[in-house]
């Protein structure tokens, strides 16, 4: 159990009849950046206030730093610090005053409390605004101030529940900058949740996908997307009176598997697309399927999710956009 | 120790400082006791200026009956709607970052208790200095206790309100009820007119008025005149602060976020 920053056992927390997190296990390693992708409303959220003992499970046990979230709670909330999906700093105070009601709050003081909250306004780049009322401060910089104050106290676990939620781009690798170096100088064991895909292939040592309360996959970015392939073709296929399922009409080599979609979109896996195109073309056209639109691209996260619930993670921000490849004609997906 | 002792001094630091910087909150609860004063008090001074009037108020003139009963209005006013704070920090997420903080919430709780409570208490300060330049027979000397009391009431009823505060969600909900309870619990309390003259039905629900006793309690000292015994007003108070003290920190210790 040591070696584990956390340790969830089938975790289950239920809202009345709602059932938000339907019984998730999974352990984060000392050190890591481990992640919770999935889409609004899978569960994210009420496990990150379940770890930091905000709620009680329903049902199932955990441990954070080595202590049981519900029996040993005053032990768990001196290993963590939280930064909230919602923002929690108040706004009527300085930058500098909630960091030392912060630090007070956590039994810190004197010359060595001074010192830390100025190397952690250091750490965020907010020094130079230290005395300015935290209600003028951008979204940016208050989610900066709240990451210093979660570290404050040097704790072992951070959580952070969607760090760069609506924030603009800059802005947002920015905080990335800030959470890697986090995890390069050591010391802290990351916990995040986001429902951006390139957040959590730019972070997350390891990760786990939710949805609808359930962890579908979990594995280090590079081998979750390497189920989708090494390249994934999209096609949509015109049914020709007589012609067969489109699958069953594909999937021979190059076509390492074949997984219909919806509205006569297949999506192949092959090792290398721009070889495996115009022998699935071919072959197509002598089946009598007749092709309307081709597309591929290196996998990401987001193909990872369509091929586990054939639906997509829906971004306010077509981000993935930069990693598609046009081959013939691009149309981006229809959405839901 | 200092794992109590530590978030009690700055819950009730973080409580003065927001309440210097929200000088809204000030000058409303400064101006309506002020009101008080000048449009109730000096129309029905005037009103009351003949001789046999004083008997009617114990034997003092109208002015010097009313002015303590104001002042501990305004404590009251100030602490039962300090509670509001706790909804701005449902609202605004800082309750979050106090919930998940390994300190003592009995020692978070009771410093913001406490810290609203001297906020309050200044502000009937503020009352106390204008009841002087207007009354001329008010007892400097009975300054002191009528803080001590003004005090009590201010802790007892800032506890009423954060316990009120946690149990609510909604900010309307809230001043729903509060706006409810204000302003009966002022009428009877006896600060505007003398209980003995009450109906006997309205006499009992000021006996029961925890207001009451502070009101009496402070014109005891700062006018002279009261109904109960001023150490029978105290022990009334301590209880009732006690028990919303307690409450109130009960149902801070259990919360949780929903
Ligand atoms: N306090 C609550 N009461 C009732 N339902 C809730 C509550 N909190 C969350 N839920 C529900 O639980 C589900 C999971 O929510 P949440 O954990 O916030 O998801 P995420 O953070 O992944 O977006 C949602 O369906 C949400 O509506
Ligand atoms: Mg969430």
Redesign the pocket.
Known sequence: MTEYAVVAEGLVKK??S?T??AGVSFKVRYGEIFG?L??????????I?MLATLLKPTAGDAWVAGHHIVKESDAVRRSIGVVF?DPSLDSELTAYENMYIHGKIYGMGGEELRYRIEEMLRFVELYEHRNRLVKYFSGGMRRRLEIARALLHKPKVLFL??PTLGLDPQTRAHIWEYIKRLRDEGGVTIFL?T?YMDEAEELCDRLAI?DH?KIIAEDTPNQLKRLVGSDIIYLKVRAVNGAPNSCDALSAPPVMECKPLREGMVALKVSDATQAIPVILERAASMGLRVAEVSYRKPTLNDVFLYLTGREIREEEGSEADFLKHVIRMRRFRRR | MSRTLDPFVIMAYRQFRRFLRTKARVVTSILNPIIWIAFFGLGWANAFNFPMAKAIFGGVDYLTFLTPGVTAMAVFTASFIGGVTVIWDKQFGFLKEVLVAPASRTGIILGRIFGDAVIAVLQGLAIMALSFAIAHNLNPYGILPALAYAFILALGFTSAGVALALKMTSMEGFQMVISLLMMPLIFLSGAFYPIKFMPGWMKWVAYINPLTYAVDGMRHYLSGVSTFNPLTDLAVLCIITAAFMALASRLFKKATI?
């Open positions: 809202f009345g709602v938000a997190v919770f999935g889409p609004n409303g899978a569960g994210k959220t009420t496990t206030h999906q529940d969607e949740t429902h939710i309360g | 929903d």
